[in-house]
């Protein structure tokens, strides 16, 4: 069987090494545009932090390695077209622009996503996204050779707060501008603006319902100088859009491929309307099993999940998978959030009866030192109990508490099950009362008034 494989980051290598294990005869062939392969993208704040001194590390399979393996790896090339009704790939070689076809029994398609951008800041320099691992490594290096003193991060999303603290640390001067009157959408308003809250009285400019108008270069030099908003004037060195990614489809626009805007549909094993043809990552859908629909979720766990399970697929051996629920964390200047199932807003708007409730606990009993605050939040149907969405804010160490609520949350179980749940106790990790204990009993005893 000859498989082609378009993208080597996440879905992709992980399809190709699935397949290479599962299957006797299977001829690989990947295409990627880009120098770089399967490299950890969320390691990408932390690598230009410093705190990770040498790129190299976050990749997980070099292109050495794949090849030697038994797979043939192009880097450098581009796979500009798909002819479905033939089983052809059109591919650009990036170096020597020549084309060339290549045929495939079953295609895989991970070309990831690409980064939004304002077009206030065409042809600019100074200005990054970070999707990349040459972003980041541009990013670093320009941080290292030019010094800059003030950065702006445009968008207040998971990535933007994350790299608040990656400037911060590396001695910048940086603030944030959100075009929305709040950070961090995809948790619920109370729970982000706990994390605003801190940020803001830690002296952090964090900018929120603010519109970039324009921006003004040095005319020496090209590079930026000034962003004005609708309502101020920044002087800047450095800036990161951080606005978003879309799907990096175009290439397939206007073939046979079912999208939405942009995504490619699949069902939960990555199959495509057209047959042999499957996609997985940022590229795509992926099932959501609590929402009970396919949605967009560019996460690195989602299309890691969605590359083992395609190779699987093709080789005949598909194990039960129920979906994802969009489960995710991220972490800032000492504090933590995560959030697993579905926040108040998806709730309301695939009109569940629902009910919330928002404690505020120890992370550890208050006697012991440098105990702090950790809120939980759970969402739950008025009708049974049943968790349906879970959110955590907190000091370092507090973000890893979701992964029991996760397990709720795909288990089906109820406040009532979480209420007396043995979790285990120790002071040095949390109270002798678990805070998630906490919460479920107070959901409980709200279920209970009914």
Known sequence: ?????????????????????????????????????????????????????DGDTLISKHVETVISDGMDLRILNEAVKVDFPHKTVRVRDLQSKNEYDISY????????????????????KGVFQLNTLEDATSIRKFLDEKTPKKAVIIGGGNKGIE??????????DTKVIELQNRILEIYDA???????????????????????QSAIADEKTGFVRKIITDKRELEVDIVIESIGIKPNTDFLEGTELDMDKGAIITDRYGRTNIEDVYAGGDCALIYNHVEMRNKYLPLGTN???????????????????????????MKSLGYELAINGINEQTAK?????????????????????????????????????KLIGAQIFGKEGSGLRIQGLAVAIYAGLTVFDLEYLDFGY????????????VAAGKAAAKMRRK
């Open 1 to 53: 069987m000859k498989v082609v494989i378009i993208g080597a980051v996440a879905a992709g290598l992980t399809a190709a090494y699935g397949l290479k294990r599962n299957m006797k005869d299977v001829d690989i062939t990947i295409i990627e545009k880009q120098k770089d392969i399967s490299y950890g993208a969320c390691g990408f704040p932390y690598y230009i932090e410093g705190l990770i001194d």
């Open 105 to 124: 029994d079953k295609l895989v398609i991970a070309t990831g996503g690409k980064s939004n951008k304002l077009k206030t800041f065409s042809g600019m």
């Open 163 to 172: 790299l608040l603290e990656t400037m911060t640390l590396r001695g910048i």
């Open 190 to 212: 109370d729970i982000a603006d706990l994390l605003y809250q801190e940020l803001k009285g830690e002296g952090h400019e964090i900018f929120l319902g603010e519109m970039i």
């Open 303 to 329: 299309a890691n999940k969605i590359g083992k399970l395609i190779a699987l697929s093709i080789a005949g051996k598909a194990p039960e998978f129920k979906g994802v629920q969009g489960g995710a964390l």
């Open 349 to 385: 708007n695939s009109g569940l009866d629902f009910e919330t409730v928002l404690v505020r606990t120890r992370n550890k009993p208050n006697y012991y030192p440098k105990s702090s605050d950790l809120y939980v939040k759970l969402i739950y149907l008025k009708a049974d109990g």
């Open 426 to 437: 120790i002071p040095p990790l949390n109270s002798v009362w678990d805070s998630i204990n």
